[in-house]
């Protein structure tokens, strides 16, 4: 299986929204809804932001939305913020066996 | 409050054998499935291993399987990764990472739900000569 492919960076300034894509195949992100995204700061451990394409777990604000169309997913980020500069990870099921299939990653900087 | 608390990581040579360890506290351990997800230096992250809450289920990623074996004691509230025939490109932080399960009618047996909602800091796994 090949990883999920992510853009290698994102931008924007304070307060706007941006979107970050996750592209696989009908084989994992178009076959199942259960893509996951994950934040990571340097240095720390990641942290789920959004299971299941669209949820999001206790605790993580609601500017953090994911969606789905066909075989990409997307993570948006509203009213950015300073805090939000981090890595973020897409992840997928693909199937018997490959249980947690992961972007390369995206590294969003607030301008 | 969930802690997961890695360790066991080191400098091991090529060929060489390390066993992690992951033990966990604030949750019923034995209603989790537990994964094992590793990160290069200044890389992505990369699944490695899923054992299901009971212990009777593993999967492995391609890259691992037939050298690594994933283990629980949920009588201690440990998860183990055992690594043999270590190659450098092994050389990571490993996490170990908790996944919810739910319980599929169909199939009669509890299930993860594919994501990891909790996660260790990560030993870090050096191997090289």
């Known amino acids: 299986q090949s990883a999920l492919t992510q853009p290698p960076s994102a931008s924007g300034s304070p307060g706007q929204s941006v979107t970050i894509s996750c592209t696989g195949t009908?084989?994992?992100?178009?076959?199942?809804?259960?893509v996951s995204w994950y934040q990571q700061h340097p240095g720390k451990a990641p942290k789920l932001i959004i299971y299941?394409?669209?949820e999001r777990p206790s605790g993580v604000p609601d500017r953090f939305s994911g969606s789905k169309s066909g075989n990409t997913a997307s993570l948006t980020v509203s009213g950015l913020q300073a805090e939000d500069e981090a890595d973020y990870y897409c992840s997928s099921y693909a199937g018997f066996n490959t249980l947690g299939l992961f972007g390369g990653g995206t590294k969003l900087t607030v301008l | 409050e969930v802690h997961l608390l890695e360790s066991g990581g080191g400098l091991v040579q090529p060929g060489g054998s390390l066993r992690l360890s992951c033990a966990a506290s604030?949750?019923?351990?034995?209603?989790?499935?537990m994964n094992w997800v590793r990160q290069a230096p200044g890389k992505g992250l990369e699944w490695v291993s899923h054992i299901s809450g009971s212990g009777d289920s593993t999967f492995y990623a391609d890259s691992v399987k037939g050298r690594f074996s994933i283990s629980r004691d949920n009588s201690k509230n440990t998860l183990h990764l055992q690594m043999n025939s270590l190659r450098v490109e092994d050389t990571a932080l490993y996490y170990c990472?908790?996944?919810?399960?739910?319980?599929?009618?169909?199939?009669?047996?509890?299930?993860?739900?594919?994501?990891?909602?909790?996660w260790g800091q990560g030993t870090l796994v050096t191997v090289s000569s």
């Open positions: 009908s084989s994992d992100v178009g076959g199942y809804n259960y």
């Open positions: 990472a908790r996944e919810p399960m739910y319980y599929d009618y169909i199939w009669g047996s509890y299930r993860g739900e594919y994501h990891f909602d909790q």
């Open positions: 604030g949750f019923t351990f034995s209603s989790y499935a």
């Open positions: 299941e394409v669209s």
